[in-house]
């Protein structure tokens, strides 16, 4: 075996060289993948220039979305805003009267703002037709006036001349519209010289209108300005730029926002800035520059609308308004009343009037905190997305996939900061989500070209490794002990002969499959869960494993050792599972662990406490009943404990006042160890007495039994104070009731857990089919007992709940449930069908839904015992016409006589006879059922006919139906 074994490592590969079938020579495929890759990157990047260059609508939405983040991190303005709106609002035309106004109340509303010291006015309102309701008008159109009444009109003059001659004593700006037709509507002609051009004339992309509707003449006259109050729609519809000016016909009209800072300004007129190729860049009113874009669109600085001033129209007029608000300050006047004004959405989420909006755009102007985006913006942002993405289409391709990632997110977090930094301390509007979407799209294109080649890499190697399955077979086919290579999948790449023997499955078939779902055992279980690791971490620490073979075939599993080595394979690392069958061992340890575990198990169903103790004073073993008994110090009672220091435990629970003095107890104790003394009795400080013998054994050790006698200790004293304590005996028997049902369900617990491990056998076979019958018989017994234990316990506790329990609303239909689904397996047992007759709507009651449900379960369970197989039992709950909700329960069981009934629901009453002697119990059910009944101030009602079954009725009082339901009545 040695001169093999020297023979293969003599062919091995040097250390640190890849297994040649799994790596092989490079191929022409991946490289083609790559050239692809650029390709693809190459014609997306030269879509998506196609696509800016065509400003689609979902790049533009996104790089105004981009520039609505910009300007709400701006930060925000301090100063307050020189500009006041003044609206007309519904509370204005509740409070003055319906619109339009009387221009009366516009020559009111511009002398008193000249009076509270406003600078300017600007109308957001047109005056394209004459006051129908001026003095004038009045006198030429109202019929039915006296020659005197009509003469005194018309001295009161015109409300139009008297608008024009208030607007002549302050600077003022009116509004003029777009109009779809190409009819002026009484607009008077262009202001000649307002608007002129510097640089090439080119202003095809300022918007076209096709008409204007102006003011009457008079008014238009008499402002020193004009201006379009329409808005061009955005994409998106969300309101963030206002026009600087609109080409109409012939002639440029300038914005109403525009024009009422020239004339704020004093400025005569206004210079747009055009440049070559790059269009309009702004306009000059004097020393102040308004930066626009190429359209002609002013940007606003919308992030805080609250710093502009509104001031209903009626305040000012009823002299209710503060003047300082006033004073200094520019006043736009428009209306935002409902059916006058319209609401528009900003970036921000908020709805601003066109009054807000036009006030706002005028602040920006005014403050110089116009965002700034130029036409050139637009070049640089499209030559830097096209410079990066070809150095990312010429570079990027042989990055990993984890560069690719952190190159993208770099990039475009840049791009995303230099953005920022520019409207932050410039005002700049950059856009980097052209950049962005050229990044993204570009390392998309290029991760899925690795993605693509990975895939293609690691099929060739898959395929190269099954092509050298014959030659690992060659090599491990001559063990005996079962050989698999497994990848850190966890799946079997090759296998020996013996591995099929060992599995129980052809050879072929074992390839490609998954290894731990063919073991069993704690390690089998974290190969399945993480496969990887387990198999690393166990060859790095080069233990063996312990775990069985799944046979499949019906055979219990076959235990089996496992040695572990890792091989490196390419790529891939591959671990070399060597599985030996240890059935002969395992059997040999299992029959001497099943011997000391019969001995633990048969100490340990002692009901008194059990120790036993080495010739060197050590504890070999004891049981729970003896741990129970040192109370807290129980924990130090394990293998090897000194017997002095059990001791000294024993001590601490000792009562001192029911024995001698402690250290010559101990003493005695100590120098008693390992001879036959005489039995004596240990009081405890909770109460128990112990009548204790102590054995020697063979080997110098001793034995110690702890005979639980504190019954018989409290029985001298109950029967030396019976007298006394007449009265309490009721309390007592039930106490000693519950007391001794939970001492039995201990054991009991334990009895069946021993039983049930028997039926499963974890520690292998018992040997014997006969003991696993027995195993099951004392389990069903164990639980019988354990039930009738229950019932006991259930009814020790009746006296104090029948005076003592909570109530709560509780449903019957809920209780039913419950009751049916723990029922379930006995149900299924005897085959027996249940049919339910609820009533709708039934009510809640008042009651304990404990005691509730235990009434319901033990009638269920009684009708279920005495039913024949394959019957049908009958439940059924209604809400009768004294309101009073009943329950029934029908059976078609063996019935009862007459003269029996009233001693059914006597405790512990069983019928006599070879028809009830099969039914187990202890005849509590259903005085647990009447007691509770009782309790509950309800009625039981029971009728049976010998061989045709039972009914039983249980009646609620009225006083107990929570709320009024549906009276129906449904027999079960």
């Not at 520039?67 to 035309?93: C, H, K, N």
């Not at 048969?602 to 103790?613: E, P, V």
């Not at 073993?621 to 009672?637: I, V």
Request: glycine share 8%.
């Amino acid at each position: 075996m040695e001169g093999k074994a020297t023979n293969r490592s003599a062919q091995a590969p040097p250390a640190g060289n890849a297994v040649p079938w799994l790596d092989g020579p490079e191929h022409a495929k991946p490289a083609r993948f790559l050239r692809q890759s650029r390709i693809a990157a190459f014609a997306l990047l030269v879509v998506l220039f196609a696509l800016r260059g065509l400003d689609a609508a979902p790049i533009e939405i996104l790089r105004l979305w981009a520039f609505d983040q910009q300007i709400r991190m701006r930060p925000p303005a301090t100063e307050p805003s020189p500009v006041v709106a003044v609206d007309v609002t519904d509370e204005s035309l509740g409070a003055i009267g319906q619109w339009p106004w009387p221009r009366r109340h516009f020559v009111d509303l511009v002398a008193r703002l000249k009076e509270a010291g406003a600078t300017m006015v600007v109308f957001d309102i047109l005056f394209a037709e004459p006051d129908r309701m001026s003095p004038d008008h009045l006198a030429a159109n109202l019929p039915g006036l006296t020659e005197d009444f009509r003469n005194r009109l018309s001295e009161l003059g015109s409300s139009d001349n008297a608008l024009a001659q208030a607007i002549q004593d302050i600077p003022t700006v009116t509004a003029i519209a777009a109009t779809p037709g190409d009819n002026a509507g009484g607009r008077s002609g262009s202001r000649a010289g307002r608007i002129a051009v510097r640089g090439p004339p080119d202003l095809s992309k300022i918007p076209d209108i096709r008409g204007v509707i102006g003011n009457i003449p008079e008014i238009s006259e008499a402002s020193l300005g004009e201006g379009m109050v329409n808005l061009l729609p955005e994409p998106d519809g969300i309101a963030r730029r206002v026009p600087a000016v609109l080409h109409a016909a012939d002639r440029l009209e300038p914005g109403l926002a525009l024009e009422s800072a020239r004339v704020a300004l004093g400025q005569t007129g206004m210079l747009l800035e055009v440049r070559p190729s790059l269009g309009l860049s702004g306009v000059s009113l004097g020393p102040l520059f308004v930066p626009t874009d190429g359209a002609g669109r002013i940007w606003i600085d919308i992030e805080r609308p609250d710093r502009l001033q509104t001031i209903p129209a009626h305040d000012i007029l009823l002299d209710m308004a503060n003047s300082d608000r006033i004073d200094g300050r520019i006043v736009m006047i428009g209306s935002s009343a409902a059916g006058v004004g319209e609401l528009i959405r900003t970036a921000q989420g908020d709805n601003l009037t066109a009054l807000q909006l036009q006030a706002l755009a005028l602040d920006s102007i005014i403050t110089g905190r116009t965002p700034v985006r130029d036409s050139a913006f637009a070049i640089a942002e499209a030559l830097a997305a096209l410079l990066l993405g070809g150095l990312l289409i010429w570079q990027l391709p042989s990055a990993t996939l984890v560069w690719k990632s952190a190159c993208a997110i770099g990039l475009m977090a840049a791009f995303a900061i230099v953005a920022l930094i520019g409207q932050r301390s410039a005002g700049l509007l950059l856009d980097p989500t052209f950049p962005g979407l050229v990044i993204l799209s570009i390392t998309g294109t290029l991760a899925l070209s690795d993605i693509r080649t990975e895939i293609f890499l690691r099929r060739r190697n898959e395929s190269a490794l099954k092509r050298h399955d014959a030659y690992i077979r060659e090599v491990v086919d001559a063990s005996f002990d079962a050989i698999v290579t497994v990848g850190d999948d966890g799946r079997i790449r090759t296998a020996n002969r013996a591995a099929g023997y060992h599995f129980r499955i052809p050879v072929e078939q074992l390839v490609g499959r998954e290894i731990a779902p063919h073991l069993s055992g704690d390690w089998a279980d974290d190969l399945a869960t993480a496969p990887e690791d387990v198999l690393r971490h166990t060859a790095e620490r080069g233990r063996i494993i312990d775990i069985a073979i799944e046979s499949g075939d019906g055979l219990p599993p076959r235990p089996t050792e496992i040695t572990l080595a890792s091989s490196a394979a390419g790529s891939d690392r591959i671990f070399v599972l060597v599985l030996r069958d240890v059935s002969a061992r395992k059997s040999a340890e299992a029959s001497a662990a099943r011997a000391a575990q019969r001995l633990t198990d048969a100490i340990d169903a002692i009901s008194d406490g059990f120790a036993l103790f080495s010739a060197e004073r050590k504890l070999v073993l004891c049981n729970r009943h003896f741990r129970k008994m040192l109370g807290s110090g129980g924990e130090h009672a394990q293998a090897n404990a000194p017997y002095s220091v059990l001791l000294e435990k024993l001590s601490l629970i000792r009562d001192r006042d029911n024995g001698q003095n402690e250290s010559l107890w101990k003493a005695e104790r100590l120098e008693a160890f390992g001879t036959d003394s005489a039995p004596y009795e240990l009081a405890t400080m909770d109460g128990h007495w112990y009548r204790v013998e102590e054995r020697h054994t063979g080997d110098g050790g001793m034995v110690s039994i702890y005979a639980d006698i504190t019954e018989l200790k409290q029985r001298e004293i109950e029967l030396g104070a019976a007298k006394e304590q007449a009265e309490s005996a009721s309390i007592a028997k039930s106490e000693f009731l519950a007391n001794m049902s939970h001492e039995l369900r201990t054991p009991l617990n334990a009895i069946i857990g021993f039983s049930e491990m028997l039926r499963n056998q974890p520690f292998g076979p018992l040997g014997n089919e006969r003991y696993e019958g027995y195993a099951h018989d004392i389990s069903e017994s164990g639980s019988r007992l354990l039930e009738m234990i229950e019932q006991i316990l259930e009814f020790a506790r009746l006296e104090k709940l029948s005076s003592e329990f909570e109530e709560a609303p509780a449903s019957i239909a809920a209780a039913i449930e419950n009751a049916l689904s723990d029922l379930k397996p006995a149900l299924r047992g005897r085959r027996i069908t249940v049919e339910t007759h609820l009533a709708a709507a039934l009510p809640p009651i008042l009651a304990n839904p404990q005691m509730l449900y235990q009434i319901v379960q033990n009638l269920v369970s009684n009708a279920i015992k005495f039913s024949a197989e394959a019957s049908t039992i009958s439940i059924g709950a209604y809400l009768d016409e004294e309101n009073r909700i009943s329950l029934t329960v029908r059976d078609q069981g063996i019935g009862i006589p007459e003269e029996l009934i009233a001693h059914i629901t006597q405790p512990f009453w069983q019928r006599p006879g070879a028809m009830t002697s099969s039914h187990e119990g202890v005849g509590l059910g259903l005085a647990i059922v009447k007691s509770h009944v009782e309790a509950h101030g309800a009625e039981l009602h029971i009728e049976s006919v010998p061989g045709a079954g039972t009914k039983v009725s249980v009646t609620f009082p009225a006083s107990r139906t929570i709320g009024a339901g549906e009276v129906g009545i449904l027999e079960a």
